[in-house]
C-alpha cells in the first residue's frame, strides 16, 4: 500500500467526511504533528480550523496555508559587490553543505560577483578534494591548506588573499563533525572569532545547511551549531521532497536558499509561498 505524502493525508482528512467533528480536529492534530509540524504549531492549526469551521476542502487547505504562512519566513541575502561579503556555511557532515557552497558560487558568479571558495573544514580530506573539483569547474579561486591544518588560519589567510585579488563574495566550508561536540562548538567559535577581528569593515553571514528530509534531527543540528555561532539563516537541500520539512517550522529561523539536484543551477532564493504549497501538495 502506498504511503500517503503530507499533503495527501491532509486532503484525505477533508475529503471523506459528511460533517466536521471533534474527532476531525483530533485527528488534524495528530496528521500535522506526524509531519514534524510539533504540538505548538498543531494546536494552533487545529485551533484556527476550528474558529472558522470550513465548509470546502479549498476553505480548509486556505485556513492551513494562512495559518502557517506567519510561521516561517524568508532572508534576503543581498550582499554589496563593493565590499567584501564572507558567507560561513555550517552543517552536519553528508547534508550537501559543500555542494551548496558550490552552487553559491555559482549563482553569484553569474550574477557579476567575484566569489573565493574557502576549505575550512580540514578535518576531512574528503572535503577539500571535493570543493577543489567544484572551484575547477566553476573557474574560481579556491583557499586551502593540507588536511588537519587550523581551519582559523586557514579563514584567515582567505580573507587576506580575497582583498589581494579583489574577490568580493568569501565562501567558507566548516567542519560537521569532531570526536565530540564540545571541539566543534569551540573550533567554530574560534572561526567566527577570527572573522570579526580580520573583517571588521566587511559583512558576514552565517548558514546552516539542512537536509529537508532530515525531519526532528534538523532541530538538534540547529541547537548544537547555535551553540557556537548565532545563525542568520538556513539553507535547504534536497527540497524536492518535503514530507519531513515540518520540523522546519519549528526551528524558527529564516531561510535564504533552497536547492535540488545536482546541477549547479539548481538553487533558487527561499520563495515562502511556493515551499509551503509544496509541503500542503497543492503544486
Do not use: W
Amino acid at each position: 500500500m502506498k504511503k500517503l505524502g503530507f499533503g495527501a493525508k491532509l486532503a484525505s482528512l477533508f475529503g471523506f467526511r459528511k460533517e466536521i467533528s471533534e474527532e476531525f480536529y483530533e485527528d488534524l492534530e495528530d496528521t500535522l504533528i506526524e509531519g514534524d509540524f510539533g504540538s505548538v504549531n498543531a494546536m494552533a492549526v487545529s485551533d484556527a480550523v476550528r474558529a472558522a469551521k470550513p465548509k470546502t476542502k479549498d476553505d480548509f487547505h486556505k485556513l492551513v496555508y494562512d495559518s502557517l504562512k506567519d510561521k516561517i519566513q524568508g532572508f534576503d541575502f543581498d550582499p554589496d559587490p563593493n565590499r567584501i561579503s564572507l558567507v560561513l556555511v555550517l552543517g552536519v557532515n553528508g547534508v550537501g553543505k559543500t555542494t551548496t557552497i558550490a552552487k553559491l558560487a555559482a549563482y553569484y558568479k553569474d550574477r557579476g560577483f567575484k566569489p573565493l571558495l574557502v576549505a575550512g573544514d580540514t578535518f576531512r580530506a574528503g572535503a577539500i578534494d571535493q570543493l577543489e573539483i567544484h572551484s575547477q569547474r566553476l573557474g574560481v579561486r579556491l583557499v586551502k591548506q593540507s588536511s588537519g591544518s587550523d581551519p582559523g588560519a586557514v579563514v584567515f589567510d582567505a580573507i587576506a588573499s580575497a582583498r589581494a585579488k579583489g574577490e568580493n563574495l568569501i565562501l567558507c566550508d566548516t567542519a560537521g563533525r569532531m570526536h565530540n561536540k564540545e571541539n566543534l562548538v569551540n573550533e567554530l567559535k574560534k572561526i567566527d572569532k577570527i572573522i570579526s577581528a580580520k573583517l571588521s569593515d566587511g559583512l558576514c553571514t552565517r548558514f546552516l545547511t539542512i537536509d529537508s528530509t532530515t525531519g526532528q534531527n534538523s532541530i538538534s543540528q540547529a541547537t548544537l551549531f547555535g551553540q557556537a555561532v548565532h545563525i542568520d539563516a538556513l539553507l535547504l537541500t534536497k527540497t524536492d521532497s518535503l514530507s519531513k520539512a515540518g520540523a522546519l517550522f519549528q526551528i524558527g529561523l529564516p531561510i535564504a536558499f533552497t536547492t535540488s539536484g545536482e546541477s549547479y543551477k539548481d538553487i533558487e532564493k527561499f520563495n515562502k509561498d511556493s515551499f509551503i504549497e509544496a509541503i500542503l501538495g497543492q503544486n
